[in-house]
């Protein structure tokens, strides 16, 4: 039996109707098909900031360079036809943070992790992104315990604390110091250092007695104990190598005891946040270590403006190693002409001068991922903020 009998002349147009319909939804499915086969997939970067916590006032200036390079890339044109991506994850700074976001990114398909604020977070990643084939540009963590696995996927823009350990015994012999006393956090960056700075200020030649090494407790209150030790070592230098959040407090007690030599603080305390936590006074003879900031910079100057009129603030600490990682990523990526991460990886490990131009030190990395002379300079605090040291 025929349908077309059985429906009668309503129901052969409405046989019509549904077979134009049907004609009609599939050209739009092709027409939606082509479309999504046109619109190519972005390139993603990944990175882990401390977003969350004590240290998010450092993570989020260092958030808004990743966008400010990726958005310049996109407007570019993107790589390689494709737009380019950051995601973030929050490592808080914290080692379990940090696995928990790495394994993230890496479901996520990242071609590199541009991220690494923090050391004590840092390391604990390096495992699963080498595991993925995933190449790390670490804009600020710079602990050796970072090379220790010897990776050829792993490349520093920030030195390392073997090189800020040399930079701060020629500190000292600037300061004039005679005895210094070297206190730590017990994280990754700040043990090292300290360890480091004690073997070449032991050296007979250094010119400075050392007179111990304590530790504070991170998210204690007050470290009277540390500051009673340094009083009776007649320290007229102590050396913290740990975190601005610590180091705020160690600087209130020493202040409170009527400490009266000076203090020198490594690259993750000299942070402006720091100086919100204590008043002026309490920042008399506080001095700094500092990677390159973008204020101290002849040649960041049209870039921080541009980050200022962005963001509406001056960028801080890490923000231009934070931006390079990301055009350099993008670079490596252009010249490898491809994502897979191994021809990146090689890319960024071939990078010379003439390829990118990096605002916050040498484009150019030596074959254990350190980047070749990196700076890092001497601040003071004065009147609530840090200026270049005379």
């Known amino acids: 039996?025929?349908?077309?009998?059985?429906?009668?002349?309503?129901?052969?147009r409405m046989l019509a109707a549904v077979a134009v319909l049907a004609v009609a939804t599939g050209t739009l499915a092709a027409c939606d098909k082509t479309a999504e086969t046109d619109e190519k997939p972005p390139i993603r970067?990944?990175?882990?900031?401390?977003?969350?916590?004590?240290?998010?006032?450092?993570?989020?200036p260092m958030a808004d360079a990743y966008n400010m390079a990726v958005k310049e890339a996109n407007e570019a044109g993107g790589v390689l036809g494709r737009p380019v991506e950051i995601v973030f994850g929050d490592d808080a700074c914290d080692p379990a943070a940090a696995v928990a976001g790495a394994n993230e990114l890496v479901g996520k398909d990242i071609t590199v992790s541009v991220g690494g604020g923090c050391s004590v977070a840092a390391v604990p990643s390096l495992k699963i992104f080498h595991a993925a084939g995933i190449p790390m540009i670490i804009p600020a963590a710079n602990s050796t315990d970072l090379l220790a696995p010897g990776y050829n996927s792993v490349f520093l823009l920030a030195g390392t604390t073997k090189l800020e350990a040399k930079r701060s015994i020629e500190v000292m012999a600037e300061l004039g110091t005679r005895r210094v006393a070297i206190v730590d956090d017990g994280t990754s960056f700040s043990d090292t250092l300290a360890s480091e700075t004690t073997t070449f200020v032991q050296?007979?030649?250094?010119?400075?007695?050392f007179t111990g090494r304590q530790r504070v407790s991170q998210g204690a209150t007050s470290y009277p104990r540390v500051v009673a030790t340094v009083l009776q070592q007649r320290a007229d230098l102590v050396f913290y190598t740990g975190y601005y959040a610590e180091a705020a407090k160690l600087v209130r007690d020493l202040h409170t005891a009527h400490y009266t030599g000076k203090i020198l603080l490594a690259d993750a305390g000299t942070d402006p946040a720091l100086l919100k936590q204590i008043t002026p006074a309490e920042g008399n003879n506080l001095y700094g270590l500092s990677l390159p900031v973008a204020q101290f910079m002849p040649q960041a100057s049209a870039w921080a403006a541009?980050?200022?009129?962005?963001?509406?603030?001056?960028?801080?600490?890490?923000?231009?190693?934070?931006?390079d990682a990301?055009?350099?990523?993008?670079?490596?990526?252009?010249r490898a002409g491809t994502t897979d991460?191994?021809?990146?990886?090689?890319?960024i490990a071939d990078t010379k001068p003439g390829d990118v131009q990096l605002l916050s030190g040498p484009s150019e990395f030596r074959r254990d991922g350190t980047q070749v002379n990196p700076s890092f300079l001497l601040l003071r605090a004065r009147n609530g903020a840090f200026a270049l040291a005379d």
């Open 1 to 12: 039996m025929k349908i077309s009998r059985v429906l009668g002349g309503a129901g052969r």
């Open 45 to 60: 970067l990944g990175a882990l900031l401390p977003l969350s916590g004590y240290f998010a006032p450092t993570g989020q």
């Open 203 to 209: 050296q007979a030649d250094s010119g400075t007695t």
């Open 306 to 323: 541009k980050y200022r009129a962005a963001y509406g603030r001056e960028p801080g600490p890490f923000t231009m190693q934070s931006y």
């Open 326 to 334: 990301a055009r350099l990523a993008i670079n490596a990526i252009a």
């Open 341 to 347: 991460r191994e021809a990146v990886r090689k890319a």
